[in-house]
């Protein structure tokens, strides 16, 4: 899991950016579910996977944001 972590952080901003774009923007779901699993957050795991069910229509946008004002995509570790 941290592999797939530290390639996703690895990647050019533009690519970033396109993994916003809404049917894209599962993949920063991923990386947030494998983020908190490598770090041994369960309950980061729990939010990711409910994040898939409730926050995929919306989380494209607070990514976007967050690359566009940070540089990273935000999550709780």
């Known amino acids: 899991m941290q592999e797939f972590v530290d390639a996703v952080d690895g990647l050019p901003t533009i690519v970033k950016y396109l993994f916003c774009i809404p049917v894209l923007s599962i993949i920063w779901i991923i990386y947030r579910i494998c983020r908190s699993a490598a770090h041994g ?4 795991v729990i939010i990711g996977v409910l994040l898939i069910i409730i926050g995929l229509p919306f989380m494209w946008l607070f990514d976007l944001l967050c690359l ?3 540089g990273r995509v935000l999550w709780i570790d």
């Not at 957050?41 to 980061?44: A, F, H, P, S, V």
Request: overall charge neutral; hydrophobic content about 45%; cysteine-free.
């Open 41 to 44: 957050n369960g309950i980061g």
């Open 68 to 70: 566009v004002f940070t």
